[in-house]
C-alpha cells in the first residue's frame, strides 16, 4: 500500500463515500455519524468508516 491510495482502498470511507454508498445524502450521513448511528471510527479530527462495519450494520437492518 503506499499513501497515495484513497481510503476507500485499504477498507475505510469517508462520511461522504458512506452517504453515496448508502445513496443517502451527505447531511443525512454525517448526522447519523453524530449521533452514532453509523458505526465510525475518529482519528484526530477526520471521521472514518470501516468498509466491513458498514456491511455488518446494514445485513442488521435488513428485512427478511
Known amino acids: 500500500m503506499t ?3 484513497p481510503a476507500a482502498e485499504d477498507g ?3 462520511v461522504d463515500e458512506a ?5 443517502i445524502s451527505r447531511a443525512k450521513a454525517y ?3 453524530q ?3 453509523l458505526p465510525t471510527v ?3 479530527r477526520s471521521v472514518r ?3 466491513d462495519r458498514l456491511a455488518a450494520w446494514l445485513d ?3 428485512t427478511r
Not at 19 to 23: I, K, N, P, T, W
Request: glycine share 12%.
Open 12 to 14: 475505510l470511507l469517508t
Open 42 to 44: 475518529r482519528m484526530g
Open 19 to 23: 452517504a453515496r454508498f448508502l445513496r
Open 49 to 51: 468508516i470501516r468498509r
Open 3 to 5: 499513501l497515495h491510495q
Open 35 to 37: 449521533t452514532g448511528e
Open 31 to 33: 448526522g447519523m455519524a
Open 60 to 62: 442488521e437492518r435488513s
